[in-house]
C-alpha cells in the first residue's frame, strides 16, 4: 500500500516571513491530514530557516535544485551537502523549468539523480511531455526515456519518487483529466518494473501540472496517481491543505 505523498514546489516564490508562515500553515494541515505524506521545497536561501519553523512536525524538507559536486568552483551553485545541512531530506530533479530553462540534459539528470541517492537524500524525479510531444502521439516514448535515463545510474528505487508533470499543464491552469494521467502513471509503473521488479509497486508516482483544489480528488483518487507536486496552489495555504485533505479521500 503506498502512502499519499503531496509536495508543494513553491519555485522563487516567497519573502523569509511568508515562506516561514506558509511552512507554519503545512505543519497545521500536515497534523489534520496524518494519513498524507506533506512535502515542501522552498527557494534554497530559506531552507534553514523552514527547516527550523517544521521542526518536530512530519513535514519534509526538499530542495528545488543544487549541484552534484560535493565542492568546487561553481558560482551560485549549492551543493547537495549543503542543502542537506541546511535541512533537506531530499530534492526535485530533472523539473521542466530546470530541463528546459537552465538546459538540463538527460545525462545531466541522472548524475543528479546518483549523487543524491549516494548522499541520502531522497529525490523526486519530475517526467513529462511538451504538448508538441503529445499532439504527436510520442508522450510515452518521451515519459518512458526520461525514466530510463534519469534513473539510468542507480541501482534501486529506494528514496526515489517520480513526478509525471506534463509540461502543456505546468503553470497554465490547464491540467491532465484524471484517466490522462493514470495512463501515463500505470505505463510509468510498467516500465519501472522491467528493471527494479517489484519494487515498481511500491513506488509513488505524483501528478503535477495545475493541481487545484478543485482537481485534486479526481485525480488522486485513481489507482497510480500517489500524490501531487504543487505549484502556483502550494503558496495559497488554503488551496494547499485542500489538496492534501484530498489525498486522503
Ligand atoms: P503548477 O506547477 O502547479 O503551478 O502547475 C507544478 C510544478 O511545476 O511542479
Known amino acids: 500500500m503506498r502512502t499519499n505523498f503531496v509536495c508543494g514546489n513553491w519555485k522563487m516564490n516567497t519573502t523569509r516571513a511568508s515562506a516561514i508562515a ?9 497534523r489534520q491530514t496524518p494519513s498524507v ?11 534553514s530557516d523552514v ?13 528545488q535544485n543544487g549541484h552534484p559536486a ?15 545541512e541546511a535541512g533537506a531530506i531530499g530534492l526535485l ?8 530553462l537552465f538546459g538540463e540534459t538527460d545525462a545531466v539528470v541522472a548524475t543528479k539523480v546518483a549523487a543524491a541517492r549516494a548522499l541520502g537524500l531522497e529525490v523526486i524525479l519530475c517526467v513529462g511531455e511538451t504538448l508538441e510531444e503529445r499532439d504527436g502521439g510520442t508522450t510515452l516514448q518521451v515519459v518512458n526515456r526520461q525514466v530510463d535515463a534519469g534513473l539510468a545510474e542507480i541501482a534501486t528505487l529506494d528514496g526515489i519518487t517520480i513526478a509525471y508533470e506534463p509540461v502543456w499543464a505546468i503553470g497554465t491552469g490547464r491540467n491532465a483529466t484524471a484517466a490522462q494521467a493514470q495512463e501515463v502513471h500505470a505505463a510509468i509503473r510498467s ?10 509497486a511500491a513506488v509513488v508516482i505524483q ?5 487545484k483544489p478543485e482537481t485534486a480528488a479526481s485525480l488522486l483518487a485513481e489507482s497510480d496517481v500517489d500524490g501531487a507536486l504543487v505549484g502556483g496552489a ?5 488551496a494547499f491543505g485542500s489538496i492534501i485533505a484530498a489525498g486522503a479521500l
Not at 527547516?51 to 530542495?63: D, E, H, K, M
Not at 502550494?234 to 488554503?238: E, K, T
Open 22 to 30: 506558509l511552512a507554519e500553515a503545512c505543519v497545521v494541515a500536515s
Open 37 to 47: 505524506r506533506v512535502g515542501i521545497a522552498p527557494p534554497a536561501i530559506w531552507l
Open 51 to 63: 527547516a527550523a519553523t517544521i521542526a518536530g512536525s512530519s513535514v519534509a524538507l526538499f530542495a
Open 70 to 84: 560535493a565542492s568546487g568552483a561553481f558560482t551560485g551553485e549549492s551543493s547537495y551537502a549543503m542543502l542537506k
Open 93 to 100: 530533479v530533472g523539473h521542466s523549468e530546470r530541463r528546459q
Open 191 to 200: 516500465r519501472l518494473a522491467i528493471r527494479f521488479g517489484a519494487q515498481a
Open 207 to 211: 501528478y503535477g501540472g495545475s493541481v
Open 234 to 238: 502550494s503558496l495559497d495555504s488554503a
